[in-house]
């Protein structure tokens, strides 16, 4: 599968923004589907997961203000971000995982969040 991201930009600090991974196939049969970041001199770090009909789950530094929802019908997931903060500030990647068959990243999408 190859994976697309956008929604990525400028915002300020307490605001929004909606990200979006689209993806070249249907991904009813992807058993993960996550958001990834990486700020500048740091690890690439889990923000969000979600599995095909279970609960998702969140990095404690962004729950309860980032959502993770998955669109099979448009082959697309999104992370939505509210109060954004300063340490949000990183590039977005989409990942796709089938179990023992891939493990696909997409290229990434820069939020930066900035006064």
């Known amino acids: 599968v190859h994976l697309v991201e956008s929604g990525g930009g400028l915002v300020q600090p307490g605001g929004s923004l909606r990200l979006s991974c689209a993806a070249s196939?249907?991904?009813?049969?992807?058993?993960?589907m996550a958001w990834y970041r990486q700020a500048p001199g740091k690890q690439r770090e889990l923000v969000a997961v979600?599995?095909?009909?279970?609960?998702?789950h969140y990095a404690d530094s962004v729950k309860g203000r980032f959502t993770i929802a998955r669109d099979n019908a448009k082959n697309t997931v999104y992370l939505q971000m509210n109060s954004l903060k300063f340490e949000d500030t990183a590039v977005y990647y989409c990942?796709?995982?089938?179990?023992?068959?891939?493990?696909?990243w997409g290229q990434g999408t820069q939020v930066t969040v900035s006064s």
């Open positions: 979600i599995g095909r009909g279970t609960s998702p």
């Open positions: 990942n796709a995982v089938r179990v023992g068959v891939e493990n696909t």
């Open positions: 196939e249907s991904i009813t049969t992807i058993n993960l």
